[in-house]
């Protein structure tokens, strides 16, 4: 029986790009701070394959410490942007738990874990990084753009233990808000929670906090790869 999108609270407002031909793998793409799951939806149907959906879901407003405690959409409390920044705990358990909700979603709807894929921009590629490494499942990937790894130093105990994860990690050499030495210092961790095999780690010369078309070229290319048509 298939699930019912209301009580997958983000699953109800999500924007979702649907496959052009019987969907057999689900991407689910998470925005950035202050961003929609319109932001990156055009993008992402540029470089959609005929059998994958893509979900991309909008983070709720939420008052932000980084930004004068202003209202806007975030997955969870940023206090700072420097490895050593205080986090948002128990905001970013929660968030994770409301990503699991969706793949724990489609999997009832027959989509087989390791056909699920995790992505997302910024404080986006951040909750998909901690979501997919604390996941019960082992998913197909993750494509992490311009991001970094929440609750750091909790790994590798907090994760679930799955070392075969593919994960595609790119930065912009020029991105101002996360540096792209923070993007680096993440890569290294991540070796030691994965194995280092799974992970590439891309820059971008001249790329600021954004991203570039020779970026999601290389994101189509590791969808193609880990999401296969079958």
């Given at each position: 029986m298939c699930g019912n999108n209301m009580s997958v609270p983000l699953l109800a407002e999500a924007v979702t790009v649907s496959g052009k031909e019987k969907e057999t793998a689900v991407v689910i793409f998470l925005h950035g701070l202050g961003d929609s799951g319109h932001g990156w939806a055009d993008s992402l149907t540029?470089?959609?394959?005929?059998?994958?959906?893509?979900?991309?879901?909008h983070a709720p407003p939420i008052p932000v410490t980084l930004n004068m405690k202003s209202m806007m959409p975030a997955w969870f409390d940023l206090m700072g942007l420097s490895p050593d920044c205080p986090e948002d705990e128990c905001g970013i358990k929660k968030a994770a738990d409301s990503i699991k909700a969706i793949i724990e979603h489609e999997v009832k709807n027959g989509i087989p874990p390791h056909r699920i894929m995790l992505g997302g921009f910024s404080q986006g590629g951040a909750l998909s990084l901690?979501?997919?490494?604390?996941?019960?499942?082992?998913?197909?990937?993750?494509?992490?753009l311009s991001c970094w790894l929440p609750l750091h130093r909790s790994f590798p105990m907090a994760s679930s233990g799955h070392k075969n994860i593919p994960i595609l990690h790119c930065h912009g050499e020029m991105d101002a808000m996360i540096p792209v030495q923070f993007g680096a210092m993440?890569?290294?961790?991540?070796?030691?929670?994965?194995?280092?095999?799974m992970i590439t780690?891309?820059?971008?010369?001249?790329?600021?906090?954004?991203?570039?078309?020779?970026?999601?070229?290389?994101v189509k290319d590791f969808i193609e790869k880990y999401l296969p048509r079958i």
């Open positions: 540029e470089i959609q394959l005929p059998h994958v959906k893509f979900i991309c879901p901690y979501t997919a490494l604390t996941c019960q499942h082992q998913l197909a990937g993750v494509v992490a993440t890569a290294e961790k991540l070796k030691g929670i994965v194995n280092p095999q780690f891309k820059t971008y010369p001249g790329l600021s906090h954004s991203s570039c078309p020779q970026e999601m070229a290389t």
